[in-house]
């Protein structure tokens, strides 16, 4: 029984009590090391880029100045100081150097690709790039051209890794024994795995028709596929590397489980910071090497998610590639060997007139940009000008109208803004802005194409140019050159139809088209202007590239209202191999064009031809505007059939009393 009187223990309980208080210490001690051991997180770090597209040198190459401060952005040379700066910062945690593709496809260094060379993926090696994928513009010399660009580079060359892992090969191609990879693992130095595959997106392949007879097979099933294989291969994070596009990686994030991070391109954006979506983690970095991203991450083994360190590191997620980077001595002397190699490449076609790529082609008190999405530009203004006016010096005949799309315009004109060459148009900087592709010469650039169709069929074509876009993105949207036009995008679509998530056209966007009739450049004054009506059949001559011609008859495979023949001058249907423009059996190309058509114009008082300020204004060729609700009349007539039914009801019940 308790009496309430205290007891003191005697020395043999106490030393058990203190027995038993250490052992508790020790099992507590341990329950942490063992909980610390448990949630132990992985430290790496993933540097990123995206759509190089050849941009071997600082751009424009009018303000770049090798080895001084200058204004120019991006090139491997300051990316190979930058990364190695990174890394010796580093050098007790793993990086690793990732690419999402078209690393290829831009800039006259392209070119290089048809004369044997595989330019980029030599510095991307020499760069310390671990793996890349192609994206839709290393088709641009056709999956023939591609298996032989990556069988030159292995040759060489270990890295990078080439992956796709939704990439149908025929049997028997070249591009099957190209080592191009599915998947890769790799060991990092701390023990974690990554698994790494890639995805070209639905919007990126259906920009690669030269890509027969490969296919595509769907990126989610794809995903599904290889997550698998990667995390039966030990795969601790898994990273796909996609090029698709921004709203692409959003439904592949959500619809696709167990990607710890999608590495994206194909649409030239920035992610500052990155954004998640699903359990993914998404970055985008930009284009054309102006910036390089940088993940600090770390892996937690006990909840298999990864977390961003950035904000604890404090470095930045997209560091810019300027003028404070430094050049690598050796990267930027491989990159002016290839500079003098394509000198040589571009004097011997052009019959020895253009020997010095840096040497001014015009001048202009303005730049020639894209700007804004879905909308005419200057830049589209002058390309499709010069298709116009120099199509019809080729063929002799009067040009009615010329068609170019966004996507085969890849940048900007910029004049240099340096003192001592202000204004001045390099050669290079020029065709950089329309130099993609080749012909069937297998010489660099897309050829120009002449044909024939109908007054129907251009008010048909204008249709089509309201729809793609809003079917696809911006890359489809057509700039003109002969041509003014009103158009009410909300008119183009009755409505989407639901479960295919495909719209049901209503074929009335176009308000009103009206062909120019002046001789010189369109400026919009309305006495030049000649209205095209609905069931015209007067033949025009209409002038193109081959690339974008090759759009034009698929359309009315999928939509027949839309149908347009090409045709010659007396209205004959041709093939459109028959269309391409020749001078002495050459084909003639786009950046041909541009570059005769901005020596044409009168010359300043440096000898250069100065490009009018006409094309500093812009926006009276493609004009928005608001036009009758496509559900005006439809429901009227509605309301009236309600109305006329009510009275033939109401005087029936009359009738019956």
């Known amino acids: 029984m308790y009496s309430g009187i205290k007891t003191l223990p005697g020395p043999f309980a106490i030393a058990h009590a203190r027995k038993q208080i250490r052992a508790m210490l020790l099992f507590m001690m341990l329950l942490a090391v063992l909980c610390c051991a448990k949630a132990e997180e992985l430290n790496f770090t993933i540097l990123h880029t995206s759509d190089e597209h050849s941009s071997l040198m600082p751009a424009p190459l009018g303000d770049y100045l090798p080895g001084q401060p200058c204004p120019a952005l991006g090139g491997f040379a300051r990316l190979a100081t930058l990364v190695s700066r990174i890394k010796e910062a580093k050098a007790s945690e793993p990086v690793l150097l990732l690419s999402s593709g078209d690393f290829s496809g831009g800039t006259p260094f392209a070119w290089l690709t048809l004369k044997g060379h595989a330019t980029e993926l030599e510095l991307m090696h020499k760069t310390g790039y671990d793996a890349t994928t192609p994206g839709n513009h290393e088709f641009d010399y056709g999956p023939n051209g591609l298996a032989d660009y990556l069988a030159r580079h292995r040759k060489l060359f270990p890295k990078p890794a080439i992956l796709s892992s939704n990439i149908v090969i025929p049997e028997g191609h070249p591009l099957a024994k190209s080592d191009l990879k599915r998947h890769l693992v790799i060991n990092l130095d701390n023990g974690l795995k990554i698994g790494i595959f890639a995805i070209l997106g639905k919007g990126a392949h259906r920009l690669a028709p030269t890509a027969a007879p490969l296919g595509f097979s769907d990126q989610h099933t794809a995903a599904h596929h290889e997550i698998a294989a990667l995390k039966a291969a030990g795969a601790d994070v898994i990273v796909a590397l996609t090029h698709a596009g921004y709203y692409e990686d959003l439904e592949l994030a959500t619809k696709v489980a167990g990607i710890h991070l999608i590495l994206g391109g194909h649409d030239h954006i920035s992610l500052n910071p990155p954004a998640t979506a699903g359990k993914s983690i998404i970055m985008h970095s930009g284009s054309y090497l102006r910036s390089l991203g940088q993940l600090d991450l770390a892996f937690d083994r006990d909840s298999g998610k990864i977390r961003l360190r950035n904000q604890q590191t404090q470095n930045p997620f ?33 019959a020895g007139t253009i020997s010095n790529l840096r040497q001014p082609v015009a001048r202009a008190n303005f730049a020639l940009t894209k700007h804004q999405q879905l909308c005419e530009t200057n830049v589209g203004n002058f390309l499709t000008d010069a298709i116009r006016f120099e199509t019809g010096k080729i063929t002799g005949r009067p040009v009615d109208f010329a068609i170019h799309a966004n996507g085969i315009i890849r940048g900007d004109i910029l004049p240099s803004t340096l003192a001592e060459k202000a204004g001045e148009i390099s050669f290079f900087d020029l065709i950089t802005t329309c130099g993609l592709g080749s012909g069937a010469d297998n010489e660099p650039g897309y050829p120009l194409v002449s044909f024939y169709l109908t007054g ?10 309201t729809l793609l876009p809003i079917l696809w993105n911006d890359v489809y949207f057509l700039q003109f050159s002969g041509l003014r036009y009103r158009y009410d995008p909300d008119r183009a679509v009755w409505f989407w139809l639901p479960f295919i998530n495909k719209p049901l056209p209503a074929y009335k966007s176009v308000l009103r088209a009206e062909r120019f009739t002046g001789k010189g450049v369109q400026q919009g004054d309305e006495d030049e202007f000649v209205q095209i009506i609905q069931g015209d059949s007067t033949l025009y001559h209409v002038a193109t590239t081959h690339y974008m011609a090759s759009y034009l008859p698929m359309v009315g495979k999928k939509l027949p209202k839309l149908n347009l023949v090409l045709k010659d001058r007396h209205g004959k249907p041709v093939d459109l191999d028959q269309t391409i423009l020749r001078i002495s059996g050459r084909e003639f190309k786009l950046w041909e064009a541009a570059v005769r058509y901005a020596g044409s114009f009168e010359k300043d008082s440096r000898g250069l031809p100065l490009i009018p300020d006409l094309y500093q204004h812009y926006g009276k060729r493609i004009i928005p505007a608001k036009g009758q609700s496509l559900w005006a009349w439809p429901g009227i007539i509605a309301v009236s059939l309600v109305f006329a039914a009510l009275i033939l009801f109401w005087r029936h019940r009359k009738a019956r009393r």
């Open 318 to 350: 997209l560091h810019a590639i300027d003028e404070t980077i430094a050049e690598n001595p050796e990267i930027a002397g491989n990159i002016e060997q290839y500079f003098s190699e394509l000198e040589q490449l571009t004097a011997s076609f052009t």
């Open 456 to 465: 129907t069929e251009i008010l048909n074509m204008l249709e089509v140019a």
